[in-house]
């Protein structure tokens, strides 16, 4: 028996029918574009693509260098049985100074003849940068979370190292008047001999150790029973043998100093932005690096680089200057087939350059955080100064899908440092040979991050003396 629809009914139902499925039309459609299951079969459901910002920029900076933090990697370090803990025993990191690369080599230099003489430390202060003349680097002192997340770091040694004390530096009061003598600690990095390049004190950590506890009883001002606070010069990759260490407490004493949460929000919203003008589909905030995504290249060329002199250096000969570098940088891009590059350069002027040159060779797009930006992040990030925006780039650039940077510059070798904490654990043989990672004109190469042009005495001390 038919059922009887009468006129009102049937507009009805037509009118339900079409309101129930242009929605789903329309998500149907939504998902054709945003999903990138459509683009590809091998392509992660997880990405710029299908998450909104706010989850990307949360996963993104829930990431470190890939590993979750463990603070009994640190603890290794602390809980050591020979180390003799002086908490009244203060030191403070007297002249730290430079970009990122420098700061943390400083930094790090200090956290372990702290922790190996069992010293409490100042929270490490450092110089800042001249915003008229980047290359003053001795500006005054600035306090560290210029750089570094505060609340991230004394957290981390408060667990574990909880024997060592961490001061607020205060501009009002000093904790005590320090020892008249600034202390200078000899290389703990007797591998450098075996380098070639040997420091010009090779010693080992035992002999640290013993020469700052000599130090300290022979000073006239010492008094064991009171506060003692102790300046101590920089150092610059002559601490900890690195790769002596297991990797987790590489990783986990590297984790330790990171970027001021502002910076890491500006890479995250950099790479979504970059995800989504270049169709890339394959960049999930949770992992520590993307494949396939796209370059990312240190064009080191500013004013301060060279007055240095780097541009024309004659160790990295055809990668130093503007065009070595860019024809460098393209080339990698080619052979890795990555046709975006994501361009780190405190020059607006040479971003233009090389953007019209991968495009006129190529048809590469060339882009950088200022383009990427819009209100009111872009105005956040030209609040930064110089230093604190090249900070945004070092963030981003650790997560590309191939790193190209140049020899004479320790942030991009920092990076690649790194990155090659993802490098295979089975191929750590590798990885522990540094001649294998070298040739005549390239300083560094992994398979992950390419550094150009030669420096051999970066190089040999940064390899095993610098943290990722
Ligand atoms: C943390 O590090 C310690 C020491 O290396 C190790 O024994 C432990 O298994 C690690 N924990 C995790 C969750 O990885
Ligand atoms: C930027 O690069 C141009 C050349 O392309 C140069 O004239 C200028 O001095 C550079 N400025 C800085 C701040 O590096
Ligand atoms: C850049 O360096 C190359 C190789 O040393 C040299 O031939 C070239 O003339 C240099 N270019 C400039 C603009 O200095
Ligand atoms: C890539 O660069 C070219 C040339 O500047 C430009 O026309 C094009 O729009 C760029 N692609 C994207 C996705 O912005």
Known sequence: MAVLISPGLRVQLIAGVLLTTIPLWLLAWHFRIRNPLFVSRHIPIHNAWTVDRETFIHEWTENQIGNPPNRSAIALLCRKPDIKWRPEVVMDLDDANGGIGNVRGNIFDFLSLAILTGSSIMLPSFQS??????????????????????????????????????????????L????????????MRQDLLEAGTPSETPSTPEEAVKNFNHWLSVQPDYDPKKT???????????????????AAVRRDFGGSLRLIPEVRRLAAIVTYNLALKYHLHNIDARLPYYT???????????????????????????????????????????????????????????????AEKAWHLHSFNVTSKASLLSDPDLEALQ????????????????????????????????????????????????RLRPQDLRREDVAFDDGFSKIWGRFPWQEDRMLRGAWP
């Not at 005590?176 to 290389?187: D, E, W």
């Not at 003692?228 to 297991?246: A, F, I, K, Q, Y």
């Not at 503007?322 to 405190?346: C, F, H």
């Not at 110089?386 to 940077?405: F, I, K, N």
């Open 129 to 174: 940068r001249s915003a008229e003349d980047l290359s003053a680097l001795w500006n005054g002192k600035i306090h560290f979370d210029t750089f570094f997340d505060t609340d991230h770091f004394v957290a981390t040694f408060a667990a574990a190292c909880p024997k060592m004390d961490v001061y607020m530096p205060s501009k009002d009061h000093s």
């Open 228 to 246: 003692t606070l102790v300046n101590v010069g920089r150092t610059l990759w002559e601490g900890l043998d690195t790769r002596s260490l297991p």
């Open 292 to 354: 396939s995504a796209f370059l990312g290249a240190h064009l080191r060329t500013e004013s301060d680089a060279k007055a240095a002199g780097w541009l024309n250096d004659e160790t990295a000969a055809a990668h130093a200057n503007y065009t070595g570098q860019t024809n460098a940088y393209l080339s990698q891009a080619v052979e890795r087939n990555l046709p975006i590059i994501y361009v780190a350069s405190g020059n607006a002027t040479e971003i233009s350059r090389f």
């Open 176 to 187: 005590v008047p320090p020892l008249q003598n600034r202390y200078q600690m000899p290389s």
């Open 383 to 430: 609040q930064l100064t110089w230093d604190q925006q090249g900070l945004v780039d070092y963030e981003v650039l650790r997560r590309s899908s191939s790193l190209a940077g140049f020899a004479r510059s320790s942030f991009a070798f920092n990076i690649a440092i790194t990155r090659n904490e993802f490098v295979d654990v089975n191929r750590e043989s590798l």
